[in-house]
């Protein structure tokens, strides 16, 4: 597929391609809009010649799990990785910046050794990182190196290079981009380390420092023959500005022979802190004098003949320096040696072959000497007396990386070892040494002085607490806390949706730089539909049983019923009505007593009546209702209202108003639920109204009507009832004397039930 058919594709439902920003030999590399995070990331996508290689994608997918483990500031994070579908990709970080070749290209000459070393030491430490983890880079260039405007430098492509190698051997135009920074082991076909890496970096760190490749040509079969024979140019002699001990550590980092170069980026950082700490440092490597000795500089003719493609054969003529040490090319049918000359002179060649065995001679004499010299010191060890040796020269040894407590364990008889500071370190371990005043390798006395400054470990970060938070500020305020996030949606009834619900690690927890926050996110309460059940009849603990069943919720409220107590009557909502889930159902639940219901009851005056009166109606005891008349205003009764249930004691009173006294009017004993049946167990209508001195004295008898007339139903009345004959009353329930019978008597006949 053609790179611009790519652009608007949406890969795995999430990714939509924007821009092309690159070109290599493998892949084309897009910024593309992470859809889901809302964020723009860089997505390299392999091109066909590779995506459809089973081989190839099995290798770059059991990388890539490789490459996913690594975490660090200095090294692009890979995101995530798809091969499932046609197109085969690999989400990274995007990074806003520009590579250390165009950096050097817009700097007009080499970069001052300030800047040079304070990128190198931050690519070592992303190299520290992944060789730690066992992933071998293999393709260290400024091409592959990204500089950020603040300066942060950001390595790339971890793992490409290897695989693309093993896939087209027999094809030296896919390591064209790298040739000019290849070890000699990999020029060679040898099997590659972290030390390979090394060298590589000692290329880089040679051009920032003078503008110009160790190595160059136009063919790259040559530059790769001369990183294996030749020594590249002094970078003093180029930029006599570099300091000393820096072009030191460049040529070790490019020692032909890598047991001779840094054993690991960890020791090629000490010595640059080394270096920065003091720029006139001179370092005491052992093999660098004796190296310049035995340079000789030798002009060679030599044809080349490549094997490429099993056709092509390319001649170049090379001349280099050559040195006591003659690497051979052996990688196979990419670079071959051809020992004849095109002129045909023989001369040339042997004078060339004598000058090697000249120091191949001279060595292993220095060595059988040496080893002599060794085999005597040990059989005389013995015979010298201590104190001769009492204060002896020794090689100060290399304390960086060890803990303070070990180092003075171990050095207690030649070393005086104290702490003069403590700094936070990513670097090293926390009581780990980091720096010490005596330079490795400087011969020194037994007791000699040493300060160190000590590791405090990697400055940790309080996880901030963002609870409750809305997710999306929770993510910029964790990311600009130098730590990683990653978001989780999960269904919470308590928390609002989108605010976050708990971080892992925990709110004010300490973690180290880098480490990855997860965010719980609400995405509220979890909604179902479910139908309402049918709870009329069932018990109380029954129904709510039925309805937590259903993960729907309640609400009780009592009322009277003739059910039993705590049987449900009714409900709010009718069955198999859906509803979501957590709804409230309100259950109505009998209280055990039956409901009240109202009659009306008409209770008459006397015709001589005169005042104000209250009626005061007690049931049971307690007074119910009460009403107060004008017996002027009314025409000889008045209605009132009572409310209860089953057959009760009504008990009226009459009060005077004007006078306050109060009377008893009668007792009855009413049926409520039978449309209010009344029974009269006393009534003394006329006797009451006498007590309270409620009537008007005429000289003339006066008619009286009947105390009350027949109750008018209310409405809460469900027939029509029949009026009862009255009881007895011929002994009323009262404190009147027996000279009041008579009257009593009187009253009841006008009773009408």
């Known amino acids: 597929m053609e790179k611009d058919n790519y652009i608007g594709m949406l890969l795995d439902e999430r990714y939509k391609v924007e821009q092309l920003i690159g070109v290599g030999g493998m892949a084309y590399v897009f910024t593309a809009k992470d859809t889901k995070e809302d964020k723009t990331v860089a997505v390299k996508i392999l091109k066909d010649e590779f995506a459809n290689n089973r081989e190839f994608v099995k290798k770059f997918i059991n990388e890539s799990k490789v490459l996913a483990t690594l975490s660090h500031p200095s090294i692009v994070e890979v995101f995530d990785v798809s091969f499932d579908n046609d197109v085969k990709f690999m989400v990274m970080e995007y990074i806003d910046g520009i590579t250390l070749k165009?950096?050097?290209?817009?700097?007009?000459?080499?970069?001052?050794?300030?800047?040079?070393?304070?990128?190198?030491?931050?690519?070592?430490?992303?190299?520290?990182?992944?060789?730690?983890?066992?992933?071998?880079?293999?393709?260290?260039?400024?091409?592959?190196?990204m500089i950020l405007t603040d300066g942060t430098i950001k390595v790339m492509d971890f793992g490409i290079s290897k695989i693309a190698?093993?896939?087209?051997?027999?094809?030296?135009?896919?390591?064209?981009?790298?040739?000019?920074?290849?070890?000699p082991e990999q020029a060679q076909g040898l099997s590659t380390n972290e030390k390979s890496d090394i060298?590589?970096?000692?290329?880089?760190?040679?051009?920032?420092?003078?503008?110009?490749?160790?190595?160059?040509?136009?063919?790259?079969?040559?530059?790769?023959?001369?990183?294996?024979?030749?020594?590249?140019?002094?970078?003093?002699?180029?930029?006599?500005?570099?300091?000393v001990g820096l072009e030191q550590i460049i040529v070790k980092a490019m020692e032909k022979n890598p047991d001779m170069r840094y054993q690991s980026a960890s020791e090629m950082i000490q010595a640059l802190q080394m270096f920065r700490k003091n720029p006139d440092i001179v370092f005491n490597y052992n093999n660098d004098e004796q190296s310049q000795e035995e340079e000789t500089s030798v002009e060679v003719n030599e044809r080349v003949s490549v094997i490429a493609d099993g056709s092509a054969t390319a001649t170049e003529d090379i001349s280099y320096s050559h040195t006591s040490e003659v690497p051979v090319v052996t990688g196979g049918n990419e670079l071959e040696d051809d020992k004849s000359d095109d002129d045909g002179d023989d001369d040339d060649e042997v004078e060339v072959e004598r000058s090697f065995f000249l120091p191949i001679l001279t060595g292993i004499t220095l060595v059988i000497i040496l080893v002599a010299v060794i085999f005597v010191a040990s059989l005389l060890k013995d015979a010298f007396v201590n104190e001769s040796w009492k204060n002896p020269e020794f090689q100060m040894p290399n304390l960086l990386g060890m803990q303070i407590d070990d180092a003075k364990e171990t050095y207690s008889t030649q070393l005086d070892i104290a702490v003069s500071a403590e700094q936070y370190s990513e670097t090293y371990e926390k009581g780990a040494i980091m720096e010490q005043s005596v330079d490795e390798g400087l011969l020194c006395k037994n007791g000699v002085s040493v300060d160190v400054i000590i590791s405090k470990g990697v400055k940790m970060i309080t996880v901030p607490d963002v609870?409750?938070?809305?997710?999306?500020?929770?993510?910029?305020?964790?990311?600009?806390?130098?730590?990683?996030?990653?978001?989780?949606?999960?269904?919470?009834?308590?928390?609002?949706?989108?605010?976050?619900?708990?971080?892992?690690?925990?709110?004010?927890?300490?973690v180290a730089p880098g480490t990855k926050v997860v965010l719980y996110v609400s995405k509220g309460r979890y909604v179902s539909v479910v139908k309402v059940p049918n709870l009329e009849g069932m018990t109380l603990d029954a129904a709510k049983a039925m309805i937590e069943s259903k993960d729907l919720t309640w609400n009780i409220e009592y009322q009277h019923s003739e059910q039993a107590?705590?049987?449900?009557?009714?409900?709010?909502?009718?069955?198999?009505?859906?509803?979501?889930?957590?709804?409230?159902?309100?259950?109505?639940?009998?209280?055990?007593?039956?409901?009240?219901?109202?009659?009306?009851?008409?209770?008459?005056?006397?015709?001589?009546?005169?005042?104000?009166?209250?009626?005061?109606?007690?049931?049971?005891?307690?007074?119910?209702?009460?009403?107060?008349?004008?017996?002027?205003?009314?025409?000889?009764?008045?209605?009132?209202?009572?409310?209860?249930?089953g057959t009760q004691l009504v008990v009226v009173k009459i009060k005077n108003e004007g006078n306050g006294k109060t009377a008893e009017y009668?007792?009855?004993?009413?049926?409520?639920d039978d449309g209010g049946s009344i029974e009269v167990i006393s009534q003394k209508i006329?006797?009451?109204?006498?007590?309270?001195?409620?009537?008007?004295?005429?000289?003339?008898?006066?008619?009286?009507?009947?105390?009350?007339?027949?109750?008018?139903?209310?409405?809460?009345?469900?027939?029509?009832?029949?009026?009862?004959?009255?009881?007895?009353?011929?002994a009323p329930e009262d404190t009147q004397a027996s000279d009041d019978t008579q009257a009593s008597s009187e009253d009841t006949s006008n009773v009408v039930q």
């Open 666 to 672: 009668g007792r009855y004993n009413i049926n409520f």
């Open 199 to 243: 060298y590589s970096l000692g290329c880089v760190l040679y051009e920032m420092l003078t503008g110009k490749k160790p190595f160059d040509s136009d063919n790259p079969v040559t530059v790769a023959l001369m990183h294996s024979k030749n020594v590249a140019p002094s970078p003093r002699s180029i930029n006599p500005d570099i300091p």
């Open 565 to 645: 107590k705590d049987i449900v009557i009714d409900q709010s909502i009718q069955p198999e009505t859906e509803v979501d889930s957590k709804t409230e159902i309100t259950l109505y639940v009998s209280d055990g007593t039956p409901p009240t219901k109202s009659i009306s009851v008409n209770f008459m005056l006397p015709s001589n009546a005169n005042g104000t009166f209250t009626f005061q109606i007690f049931i049971d005891g307690s007074l119910a209702t009460q009403k107060t008349v004008d017996a002027s205003t009314i025409d000889g009764s008045t209605k009132i209202a009572l409310d209860g249930n």
């Open 467 to 510: 609870l409750n938070f809305d997710y999306t500020v929770a993510e910029k305020t964790l990311k600009n806390e130098g730590l990683l996030v990653e978001t989780k949606f999960q269904y919470d009834d308590d928390i609002e949706k989108d605010l976050v619900v708990k971080t892992e690690p925990s709110a004010k927890e300490e």
């Open 102 to 145: 165009e950096y050097m290209e817009t700097s007009n000459g080499p970069l001052n050794w300030k800047d040079s070393v304070h990128f190198m030491i931050q690519i070592l430490r992303a190299l520290q990182h992944a060789h730690a983890r066992g992933v071998i880079h293999r393709d260290i260039k400024p091409h592959n190196i």
């Open 686 to 730: 006329e006797q009451a109204f006498v007590e309270i001195d409620g009537l008007l004295i005429v000289t003339e008898p006066v008619y009286t009507q009947p105390a009350y007339s027949q109750p008018e139903q209310t409405e809460s009345v469900s027939q029509n009832l029949q009026p009862q004959q009255p009881m007895d009353t011929s």
């Open 165 to 183: 190698r093993e896939e087209v051997k027999s094809s030296t135009e896919h390591t064209l981009g790298s040739v000019h920074y290849i070890s």
